[in-house]
């Protein structure tokens, strides 16, 4: 990748507006993909700020969806009777699937000979998903009553049927004998509510590896870090909308009363966005088919590593074209004959050292479709620097999990002091619907602040490091939380949910930045200073989708220790404090990966 070399003078030699070669090459590859059947020039040529935005639509499409998940999930299992302990378990389906399923579909999408693309179709399929769910989780308790669940029971409530209760007993320990909000009372619901979860989990947190393939692919070299940034930018974006709408009470307002309530309204106007979005990505670009580039080299993407291969032997070449001349005179010495008479074509003579294009090696992502087997070994068996990271960013997961899944329901019991199993309309749950509606604040504040780091996250690389940067995002998540745990207020609520955009921001931007970094140079080890190529054949989108599967073995491990964690420590402050412990550990192992 272009953006984060280490050397500046390496990013000058492989930018196109600073070598003739390289925009000699791709401007061949532009006007052949012109001159096919479907025009795919735009595949090899820059793209503006407004195609930048088109293809990263999806990704606040994608936190749209999960704003409403994270925001409100939670509150819906437990006011159906679900506890911490087996609600944190109906969070591990999802991260369970998503581990084996994930990575074979980004595997799939390298293989993919549809010829609609490779990425679009994954990402049409996995949106459907999304949809489904963003139906099923609101209305699941509706269509359980529909089906014939009894709904809440007053009787075995232990506020009777007192639609509030004192001030005494708002503030009162005692846990409930038996709540009037049981599963038993809610089976369909709970089946319906948990199915929507999980497609609504699942397919939100898969369908960012196809979308962000899809964008790199449809992006030369060396803008990719640009166009990661404008994704995560999008992302937060995406983010902050998704939860100020759920901070609005929508029940005094004239839309909430047609749409049915609070919950109902927020995923109403979620769904409407994330369709609209998700048709703006996909109409954005078509794709080269894989069986036009496995037939046509010039159809092929041009990798960096290629690039550079070509200028460290042909140096003194292209340093004298660059010393000695403007770049209006290389280009006119470096003008293309038409493509048609491409085999007879050749390069400026300035130097004997500059060979013809059909001379040039590219190095293309060949890789062998990649069976089940396959894939899992690729992951058991993967160079020391993919395992480091996967690990860092397993550990980073871990963290920022815990925060987004349970933060609301933290904000609703530990802040505002409410109970989600009281009966509708009393004290406790009106209280308790109050915090997670502040709480969706606090989440708003951390998609903006995620929005607002990535905009300046390259910048800050320059100056102080890949490193540097990396490492730090995630210790001040950790003292961010830790405060926030150890005083439950409704301001740190506001002020420390900047620590989890920061992390996030970091999230959705490094590991992808070095995976691409490892694939486009070929560095996967270096060894006494210098590079070790590597021979073991693995995929761009294969190493995405296993860097992102980290996200559902993180949801896994969480979902199954969270709940007995706040069951054995009685207090939902546990949720920050095992944030603290898994970001310090995630920000030690970072120490151990390798920067390129």
Known sequence: ??????????????????????????????????????????????????????????????????????????????????????????????????????????????????????????????????????????????????????????????????????????????????????????????????????????DADTCQTPARTYLLDMCVPEEQPKALTTFTLFAGFGGTIGYAIGGIDWETTHIGNVLGGNIPTVFTLVTIIFVLCYLVTVTTFREIPLELIERDELLRPLSCSAIKKELKKNNNAIYYIQENSTLDEQMKAAAVEPIASYQNSRLPAISDKVKRPQDLELQVDDAAPISLRGYLKSIFIMPHSMRMLALTNLFCWMGHVTYCLYFTDFVGEAVFHGDPTAPPNSAPLLLYEEGVRFGCWGMSIYAFSCSIYSM?????????????????????????????????????????????????????????????NYHAKNCFRVHNGETIPLKQARGLGTDVAIISSMVFIAQLIVSLCVGPLVAWMETTCAILYASTFLSFTAAIAAMFVLYV
């Not at 944190?88 to 799939?108: E, N, Q, R």
């Not at 009894?150 to 709540?179: K, W």
Request: glycine share 8%; aromatic share 12%; proline share 5%.
């Open 1 to 202: 990748m272009v953006g984060v070399a280490a050397d500046p003078s390496q990013a000058a030699q492989l930018s196109s507006a600073k070598n003739p070669m390289i925009k000699y090459l791709l401007k061949q590859r532009e006007s052949h993909a012109r001159a096919q059947d479907a025009d795919y020039s735009h595949v090899f040529r820059r793209k503006t700020r407004f195609e930048l935005f088109r293809l990263s639509a999806i990704a606040m499409a994608i936190e749209f969806a999960y704003a409403a998940e994270t925001s409100f999930v939670s509150p819906i299992l437990l006011q159906i009777g679900i506890d911490h302990k087996h609600m944190t378990m109906a969070w591990g389906l999802s991260p369970l699937i998503g581990f084996f399923v994930s990575p074979l579909l980004g595997s799939i999408s390298d293989r993919c000979k549809l010829r609609w693309g490779r990425r679009r179709p994954i990402i049409t399929l996995l949106s459907l998903g999304i949809f489904l769910g963003l139906i099923l989780v609101p209305y699941g308790k509706e269509l359980g009553v529909w089906l014939g669940d009894v709904g809440y029971n007053y009787s075995t409530s232990n506020y009777g049927n007192e639609s509030s209760v004192s001030a005494a007993a708002l503030l009162s320990s005692e846990p409930a004998p038996e709540s009037g909000a049981s599963p038993s009372n809610y089976k369909f619901a709970v089946i319906l509510t948990i199915l929507g979860m999980v497609l609504l989990d699942f």
């Open 456 to 516: 300046s996250v390259t910048k800050l690389m320059k100056w102080f490091g890949t490193k540097a940067v990396y490492i730090s995002g995630m210790v001040y998540y950790g003292i961010g939380m830790l405060i926030l745990g150890l005083w439950p207020t409704k301001w740190g609520v506001l002020v420390f949910s900047t620590s989890a955009g920061i992390l996030y921001g970091t999230l959705f931007t490094m590991p992808f930045i070095l995976v691409a």
